[in-house]
């Protein structure tokens, strides 16, 4: 092997030791935890029975958590992308000597605690704050209705708290592309719109893919922000799987359903990876 | 019209700026709010200074604090180093497996934090750690998620780096060495600090994957998410303003700091 | 130590990737002190043949020397030779007095800041000492460069292209510049370029290089004069090459058939001596005169000519001639004010000095080196 063969393993080696014990080996020891005899105890021991049993049960348990969490977190995306196209945008091309302030601005607020920031959330959706009164007078909402401990305030709270992922990779594609391309549609097709549609939109795909890919992934797995803004009524698989684990201490079936959720995951990536291949990625 | 239309899409941005920018309000808001009762409420009851010169007085407020500096500082430096490391490697080295090592570099960044956290309490219980969690098990924790981070931001610095500088380094009688530590390292710095900025936020203020993997100790985040059941103290707030107002700092600091050093000359 | 000591000498030079060729054993003398012109078009070698000197790129065989000293297998830091890139490669991160000092810094010489200040009083950038190469206008950044590498005192000079960037009139300038600080400081440029007029009015040498060969080398004016191949016939200015079939070869001419017209060459000249050869002639050598018109002797003519173009130029005019076998020959006349102008379709003969002329090989491509257009961009 040449030298910068060997000197690029080398310096690859220790980071990917570090993810391999830590994220590989971990999710695959998961995968034989689910399938572990469920009449064990977390004290007693769990004996390995190979029980792909688990699984079903599992899911029969849990899927419309499942499907709620899919939602929501889908749902938040699109709203996501819908914010953060936008603002993306403005600082890609409409931002001039800004440009650098407005990232700083985008970043910001996600320097104080993820945690303070639902909380913040929680008091101005409250029901004596100024958002549901506001809500309220302009007759959308019944005189006792709540947005708090709703659908509403958890995708919300998701929206808000993963829009920076959507907004980044957008901005990191939006920027390559020439803004010479976008002055030529514009000399070309008759509204900036469709300018838009034909020559922007597509060239900024990679960023939206990548975007909806680091949105969608975590915020289905999210559960603070159900667990703050809504009640048990909102509560996504996330929220189960904490609970097998910590409350119940019931291991083969949190580690059953976090599979489930990893796979789904890997589905996705590796849908995205068979079309844009690797590069993109990291 | 046409002003506005030219203008709809920076006025949207702008606006769902705005938007982001209002829980900050309330929690700075929220710092110099005297509650009526042991926790802070939504309702804005009476103005004090209170909470700002008390900071410390919620029990184990400022223990949390220590721990989350102490374990951010530690995953910070390991996952800087780990992860600059790997970039070097992806970008300035050709091999093979190349593709497998981007997506495991890419796929923490898109797991969700709880099969994260689960996997790693799974197996630390696993292995007989369970009564040993604790500093290490959570630095271990935020390095694995860090990384890929790190890896992302500086390899974008590296990519936009000419690599013809670092011959003409040795072409002027630099040796490896020192090439590396006159030309690149210096040249890759600002993207090796943005990766070590990032990934101290991420760990600083990372819940989910701590909770899982902290055992016994008890971190900032963990601090403010117990308090949900003993009531939430203002200072919380307090603590909320200052990562915020600190982060602006540094970040805008280190904005202008650049700005000066490659003033542009006025043409001639 | 005689000058001859440091001449610089490629052995059997060869760099393959994989299945292709870029540098197909190239064996040269440098001598010391002369500047020496790599001239080709883009892929032909000539750049991957200056990263070998300089040891950016490993060589898949042979050698190189300087003088007696092999430096093949040397780290590019421990040889007597410095580049000038064709981006200038400055560093961003240093000052310009930081970047010009670097190489002294390295190699520990005492008094690098005084050497620094001197070499960038020779530039004239004194003045920028502190200033960042990101604040430097292209003209001042390329002057950086060039004393980046010239205060190290290098027995070899390596400049890849390094007036590509700037425009014609700054070109010009340094051009004349390069030379004059040559000539001053005595050291070996080995200059690599795809224009032909900087080689020419630069170098004392030039090598001209195609697919990772030498075609031709020697002193600009031998090259034009007298080029050996079509590749060079056409790279160098433009040639008209004319399929002929030689009749007669002796000490005083060689004759051809040119379609049926007979027409003598110099022998010198001559590059094949039987079968068919492209018999070559330079546009500017040609006259053209209305057709029966007297003409001095033992001057070429060729007549049938029809004039299908006329190009006023200013100092010159440049005329297209349509042939009876159908080929378009150029002519370039200046425009003294002694002969009028000639109109188009006007019948003409050709007329040109058998010592203008010169034969090649028939085998060879006569569009080989022929730049188009898009090729100057």
Not at chain 2, 220 to 240: A, E, N, R
Not at chain 3, 291 to 315: H, M, P, Y
Request: charged share 15%; with cysteine.
């Amino acid at each position: 092997m040449s030298t910068q063969r060997r000197r690029g393993w080398l310096l690859l080696v220790p980071g990917m030791l570090w993810l391999a014990l830590f994220f590989l080996f971990p999710t695959v020891q998961l995968f034989f935890t689910s399938l572990y005899d469920p009449d064990g105890s977390f004290i007693a021991g769990y004996e390995m029975g190979w029980e792909f049993g688990n699984y079903v049960s599992a899911i029969a348990d849990t899927w419309n958590l499942f499907a709620r969490s899919f939602l929501y977190a889908g749902i938040a995306t699109v709203l996501c992308l819908a914010l953060g196209y936008p603002l993306a945008y403005a600082i890609a091309f409409k931002s001039g000597r800004w440009k650098n302030v407005m990232l700083v601005l985008v970043i910001a607020p996600f320097f104080t605690s993820f945690l303070l920031r639902t909380l913040s959330w929680a008091a101005i959706l409250s029901d004596r704050g100024p958002v549901t009164g506001f809500f309220q007078t302009l007759g959308l909402l019944p005189d006792d209705g709540r947005l708090l401990a709703t659908p509403l305030a958890v995708i919300a709270g998701l929206t808000y708290n993963f829009l920076p992922f959507m907004t980044l990779p957008l901005y990191a594609s939006l920027e390559k592309v020439d803004f010479r391309l976008i002055e030529a549609a514009g000399d070309l097709y008759s509204s900036p719109f469709t300018g838009f549609r034909k020559v922007t939109f597509p060239l900024s795909v990679p960023g939206v893919v990548a975007g909806t890919l680091l949105t969608f992934i975590p915020a289905s797995g999210d559960y603070i922000n159900a667990e703050l803004l809504g009640t048990p009524q909102q509560y996504m698989i996330g929220n189960r799987i904490q609970a097998a684990f910590l409350t119940e201490q019931n291991y083969p079936l949190a580690a059953s359903l976090s599979v489930i959720l990893m796979a789904i995951v890997l589905v996705m990536v590796i849908g995205y990876v068979r079309r844009a291949g690797t590069e993109e990625l990291v | 019209m046409r002003w506005l239309a030219d203008r709809i899409v920076l006025l949207v941005g702008i606006l769902v700026l705005v938007y982001t920018f209002v829980p900050i309000g309330y929690i700075i808001a929220l710092s110099f709010n005297q509650p009526s009762g042991r926790s802070a409420t939504a309702d804005f009851e009476s103005f004090t200074w209170r909470n700002w010169s008390t900071i410390c007085e919620p029990d184990g407020l400022c223990e949390s604090l220590k721990l989350s500096f102490a374990v951010s500082i530690t995953a910070t430096v390991l996952a800087t180093v780990l992860g600059t490391l790997m970039a070097f490697a992806l970008v300035r080295h050709s091999f093979r497996g190349r593709s497998a090592s981007n997506l495991v570099i890419f796929l923490p960044m898109a797991t969700p934090e709880v099969v994260l956290g689960a996997s790693l309490l799974a197996m630390f219980v696993g292995v007989g750690f369970d009564s040993a969690l604790g500093f290490t098990t959570i630095v271990i924790a935020h390095v694995l998620f860090c990384l890929s981070f790190v890896v992302v931001t500086v390899k974008a610095r590296l990519v936009g780096m000419d690599a013809r500088l670092e011959e003409a380094a040795m072409d002027l009688y630099a040796n490896e060495w020192q090439t590396f530590r006159r030309v690149t390292l210096p040249m890759a710095m600002p993207g090796i600090v943005a990766a070590a900025l990032l990934a101290f936020s991420l760990s600083f203020d990372d819940f989910i994957v701590t909770n899982f993997t902290a055992g016994q100790s008890v971190t900032f985040p963990l601090f403010v998410y117990g308090s949900k059941l003993k009531g939430f103290p203002p200072q919380l707030f307090v603590i909320g303003s200052v990562m915020f107002v600190a982060s602006l700092l540094i970040v805008v600091g280190g904005e202008l700091w650049r700005r000066r050093r490659t003033r542009p000359v006025l043409a001639r | 130590m005689s000058p001859a000591d440091r001449d610089l000498r490629l052995d059997g030079l060869t760099k393959r990737f994989g299945e292709f060729v870029a540098v197909d054993d190239l064996t040269i003398t440098v001598p010391q002190g002369s500047f020496f012109a790599l001239l080709g078009p883009s892929g032909c070698g000539k750049t991957t043949t200056l990263r070998m000197v300089a040891g950016l790129e490993e060589p898949t065989g042979g050698q190189v020397f300087i003088g007696d000293d092999e430096i093949t297998a040397l780290r590019p830091y421990k040889r007597p030779v410095n580049t000038v890139f064709q981006s200038y490669a400055l560093f961003p991160h240093l000052t310009i007095a930081d970047n010009v000092g670097f190489g002294p810094r390295r190699r520990g010489v005492k008094d690098h800041p005084a050497k620094t200040r001197a070499m960038l009083e020779l530039v004239q950038l004194e003045h920028y000492a502190d200033r960042k190469p990101g604040q430097l206008s292209g003209g001042q950044q390329q002057r950086v460069a060039l004393a980046r590498a010239l205060i190290n005192e290098p027995g070899v000079l390596l400049l890849d292209e390094p007036l590509g960037a700037l425009d014609l009139k700054l070109r010009r300038q340094m051009q004349i510049e390069l030379k004059r600080i040559q000539t001053e400081i005595d050291v070996t440029f080995v200059h690599v370029t795809h224009d032909q007029e900087e080689a020419m009015t630069m170098a004392d040498t030039i090598a001209v290089m195609n697919h990772g060969l030498i075609e031709q080398m020697g002193p600009p004016a031998v090259l034009y004069e007298n080029p050996e191949t079509t590749f060079v016939a056409n790279f160098l200015g433009q040639s008209n090459l004319i399929l002929t079939d030689v009749i007669s070869s002796s000490a005083a001419a060689v004759v051809v058939d040119c379609h049926g017209q007979k027409l003598e060459i110099d022998p010198s000249r001559c590059h094949t001596d039987t079968g068919r050869g492209w018999l070559g002639v330079r546009p500017e050598k040609i006259s053209l005169r209305p057709t029966g018109e007297q003409i001095r002797d033992g001057a070429n003519r060729l007549t049938g000519g029809r004039v299908s173009d006329v190009s006023f130029v200013g100092v010159s005019t440049q005329y297209l001639v349509a042939m009876p076998w159908g080929q378009e020959l150029m002519v370039f006349e200046q425009n003294t004010g002694q002969q009028a102008q000639l109109r188009n379709g006007q019948e003409v003969d050709l007329i040109w000095s058998p010592e203008h002329a010169f034969l090649l090989d028939a085998s060879q491509d006569a569009k080989a080196g022929v730049t188009t257009p898009e090729d100057e961009a």
